[in-house]
């Protein structure tokens, strides 16, 4: 397994702003992932943060949006662009250990935007 | 695309009593089902998966069943403890996906002391 932290752990934000989200990890990694999980609702996938490429992007999901930086195996940045309230959400990191699909979180970054 | 469906949404038992979640997939070629258990205010913990070359797996008071023909898979928990209340996920993924999941809907567990 693995270690996973991200920052803030919560913000409230104003409509039109934009907050970018870190996510730590305590081992080298290949794969990172964003999910976002709407209240109440389940995960659904945002991108692939892998180092050295592009992130990958899930249909629905925009750079323009939801820009990713991946600067090395331990870490990864997710920016919440141009905020409305319909972003509130909660957004997790993961990581694969091992093989790819099997992913540990984070703790989630909680965002409202108003 | 793959379609991951989970029941119940919600399930309420008694302490020491067993729980049973079900989820079906659509995509044959699925061939990874995990299962995460949510806290409020946490992020998913993984507890149990299973690969499509096993037919069960048990740790402890946890077991999760594949049944590939059919194409479900269920978790079950024995002796239920008030800890055990949390949502519940389960999810599938297969081979060059880049390790992509696709989650249920989630199962909230509440055990009744």
């Known amino acids: 397994s693995a270690v996973i932290s991200q920052k803030p752990s919560r913000d409230i934000c104003q409509r039109g702003t934009s907050l970018t989200i870190q996510c730590q990890v305590d081992?080298?990694?290949?794969?990172m992932f964003w999910y976002r999980q709407q209240p109440g609702q389940s995960l659904t996938l945002i991108a692939t943060?892998?180092?050295?490429?592009?992130?990958?992007?899930e249909s629905g999901f925009v750079i323009d949006k939801f820009p990713i930086s991946r600067p090395n195996l331990t870490f990864s940045t997710l920016t919440v662009s141009n905020m409305s309230p319909e972003d509130s959400s909660i957004y997790l990191c993961?990581?694969?250990?091992?093989?790819?699909?099997?992913?540990?979180f984070g703790p989630g970054t909680r965002l409202t935007v108003l | 695309g793959e379609n991951v469906e989970q029941h119940p949404s919600t399930l309420s038992v008694q302490e020491g009593d067993s729980a049973v979640i079900k989820c079906t997939y659509s995509?044959?070629?699925?061939?990874?089902f995990p299962w995460y258990k949510q806290e409020l205010g946490k992020g998913p913990q993984l507890i149990i998966d299973?690969?499509?070359?096993?037919g069960e797996k048990k740790d402890q008071r946890i077991a999760v069943t594949l049944n590939k023909t059919a194409k479900h898979f269920s978790l079950h928990i024995t002796e239920t403890q008030p800890e055990d209340s949390a949502v519940y996920f389960c999810?599938?993924?297969?081979?060059?996906?880049?390790?992509?999941?696709?989650f249920g809907q989630g199962t909230e567990l509440s055990v009744k002391p």
């Open positions: 995509d044959s070629a699925s061939n990874y």
């Open positions: 943060a892998n180092q050295g490429s592009e992130a990958t992007y």
């Open positions: 999810a599938a993924s297969w081979n060059n996906q880049g390790g992509k999941l696709i």
């Open positions: 299973i690969r499509s070359n096993v």
């Open positions: 993961s990581v694969a250990a091992g093989r790819p699909d099997t992913q540990y």
């Open positions: 081992s080298q990694v290949t794969m």
